[in-house]
C-alpha cells in the first residue's frame, strides 16, 4: 500500500503563535522550508506558509516583528492518520483546496505532507 507516510517531511517545525511573522520567516529561511506549524496553549491550531506571509503580511504592511502567527495563520490545520494512502491525502488535500497536510499518528503531529510532495 502507498501510505502517505512515505511522503511525508519530518521532523515538523513548530512555533508558538505568540511568536513573530519574523520568527516564522527565519525558521523557514534557516530550515530551508516553506511552512511552521503554530501551537496555542500545547495544540496545533494552524500553519503559517511562505505565501501566507506574503499576503498577510507584506501585501497588507504590517509590521512583521510585531505580528503575532495567530493573526496571520490558515486555521484550523489540516490533518490525517499515517497509515492512509497518498491517494487519499492527495484527495483529501483537493477536496479541502489546501497545500500542506499534518500527518498523524495516535493523535500526535510526525510530519508533513505537500501537493508538492505528492506529484514530485
Known sequence: MDEVLNYMSEPVA??????????????????????VLVRVDGVYAGIVTRTDLVSRV???????????????????????DHYLTAGDAHEYMARHKVKHLAITREGRVVGLVTTKDLVG
Open 14 to 35: 513548530c512555533l508558538e503563535g505568540t511568536a513573530s511573522a519574523v520568527d516564522a520567516a527565519k525558521t523557514m529561511a534557516e530550515r530551508r522550508i516553506s511552512s
Open 58 to 80: 507584506l501585501a497588507r504592511g504590517l509590521d512583521a516583528a510585531a505580528t503575532p502567527l495567530t493573526e496571520v495563520m490558515s486555521s484550523p490545520l489540516h490533518s490525517m
